[in-house]
């Protein structure tokens, strides 16, 4: 009550002087006008901050910068664009030379008041906050090349990234004849044996398309234990220990430790393979990516990692596979095709090499297959991982972000 009673005493005694003297009332209308400032200017950096996390957890990358007199313009794949903003200079601080803020100068650089820095490598954009958080974003790479023998050539880089946020779907499964309209309508109810992926093998076929987006398509007859390209959310941190009520982790080849790139939650689990014992399926029906609309196109890179199934047999063995030594290599093998279904190239990737397996999300450029009109992927693998039938580690890896030059 004391507080209160001294706070009204001194808010009469300031308008008794007041209207007993003149008072320049410049200065705290200064002091409010920059108060509004700072508001508008916190909410556009939140807004700023807002979309940048949208384009990370979006699994969007970097395909242009340009800095211009009101900040850094970042270009995403899907073609949003965010500007982060250059502040006002701050005023001489005590310690430093011009200040951000106009408070103490300790860095003496300019900009929002929640972004200290923007830096940009050769594959990443690095933007520092004001607190010392980091956010990273990928770059696309260069986009002028020598595509095609067209030196400067240029192009935009579009991204399945599986999530439905990004509204760039139509996939359908013939399975009760049923509509699915988002992504994650395709994941199945159960990794083994689920409703959509273990139906009828002689009439059920599982697909999706990417329309409008990459063009990229892929369908397989059920069920799933022959080979396909499936949906998941499935996140199994601990790839030792199999989950109580399961038999073995192949009843959990849907999933992986770590989720979707980038922080996101969709992803696609491939599983196929052909060697000199597998006589169900031949060259010609390896598991394929490829464009609904027979237009051939770059596909720049994909990011992949390990599934728990994959990572569980390599790291501890299992009922056919041995441990993985220092010898130890497993390797997706990419071959691509043209128009006229003539092989166009090959390029790998090493789910293992030296007995490591991968376990992050590690980017695969493809770029080096040329124009294509699909791909199709095989495995690789070291002579303690092949048995008198075959491969015996499974043949599964994890894909996300596939992204395509579109000129």
Request: overall charge negative; aromatic content about 12%; hydrophobic content about 30%.
């Amino acid at each position: 009550m004391r507080k209160v009673v001294c706070l009204a005493l001194g808010v009469v005694a300031m308008l008794t002087a007041m209207t007993a003297c003149s008072f320049d009332d410049e200065p705290l209308w200064n002091k409010i006008n920059e108060m509004e400032g700072e508001i508008d200017q916190n909410r556009s950096d939140i807004e700023t901050l807002t979309a940048l996390m949208d384009a990370l957890s979006g699994g969007k990358v970097i395909v242009a910068t340009e800095t211009t007199d009101e900040g850094v313009v970042l270009t995403f794949s899907d073609g949003s664009k965010v500007t982060i903003r250059n502040g006002e200079d701050g005023k001489d601080g005590t310690d430093g030379t011009d200040g951000k803020d106009g408070k103490d100068g300790k860095d003496g650089k300019d900009g929002d008041s929640m972004f200290e820095s923007v830096e940009e490598t050769d594959t990443e954009v690095i933007i520092t906050l004001t607190d010392g958080r980091v956010i990273r974003l990928p770059k696309a790479g260069d986009n002028t090349g020598n595509e095609g023998g067209n030196e400067g050539e240029t192009y935009t880089l579009r991204t399945l990234s599986f999530e439905d946020a990004d509204a760039k779907f139509a996939g359908y499964t013939l399975y009760g004849g049923a509509a699915i309209n988002t992504w994650s309508d395709l994941i199945d109810d159960m990794q083994y044996g689920g409703s959509l992926t273990y139906t009828d093998y002689a009439t059920d076929v599982y697909y999706w398309y990417d329309e409008g987006n990459t063009e990229l398509y892929h369908s397989f007859t059920t069920p799933y234990w022959g080979g396909g390209h499936v949906v998941s959310n499935y996140v199994i941190e601990d790839f030792e220990t199999l989950p109580e009520g399961h038999n073995g982790w192949y009843e959990l080849q849907m999933a992986n430790p770590i989720g979707g790139h980038n922080g996101s939650a969709n992803f696609a689990v491939h599983n196929g393979y052909s060697d000199f014992f597998n006589s169900q399926i031949y060259d010609s029906s390896l598991q394929t990516l490829e464009f609904a609309d027979g237009v051939e196109r770059v596909i720049d890179h994909m990011y992949v990692t390990n599934t728990c199934y994959v990572l569980n047999s390599l790291t501890y063995g299992d009922g056919f596979n041995s441990p993985a030594t220092e010898s130890t290599y497993i390797k997706v093998v990419a071959y691509g095709y043209n128009a006229n279904d003539e092989e166009t190239g090959s390029v790998e990737f090493a789910l293992c090499e030296n007995g490591v397996p991968v376990t992050e999300w590690t980017k695969w450029d493809l770029s080096s297959l040329g124009k294509v009109t699909k791909i199709a992927f095989n495995f690789s693998a070291s002579e303690d991982q092949i048995g008198s039938y075959g491969m015996n580690c499974p043949a599964y890896f994890a894909y996300d972000d596939v992204a395509v030059r579109w000129e």
